[in-house]
């Protein structure tokens, strides 16, 4: 389950340019920090594609997630969140049958 929504975020994240964040839910990086924090979510994961950062963050009872990226000019924005968080780490390529 973690791995298609990591393979999502990181997609979206190389391919995000100024005219698709303006479709996106984007703020100023720390009032949008201080909403993922009034969620009581904290980061769990963070990467770099190019000059956009992922992050993901969960509440610590894992009941809420949001995946985020910041672009260089500073906006952070929104581009996924839900609930029922997993933490886990699995071995790639996953087990069974190769394809």
């Not at 009581?40 to 994961?45: D, M, S």
């Not at 963070?46 to 993901?56: R, W, Y």
């Not at 949001?66 to 071995?91: K, N, Q, S, Y």
Request: hydrophobic share 45%.
């Amino acid at each position: 389950m973690r791995a298609p929504i990591a393979i999502l975020a990181i997609s979206l994240a190389l391919t995000t340019t100024p005219a698709v964040a303006q479709g996106l839910q984007c703020g100023p990086r720390a009032h949008v920090l201080d909403r993922i924090a009034a969620q009581q979510q904290t980061r769990r994961a963070m990467g770099l594609a190019g000059q956009v950062v992922m992050e993901t963050f969960a509440a610590k009872d894992d009941a809420r997630w949001t995946i985020t990226v910041t672009l260089p000019d500073g906006r952070m924005c929104l581009l996924a969140h839900g609930t029922a968080f997993e933490h886990g780490e699995e071995a790639f390529p996953a087990k069974g049958r190769p394809s």
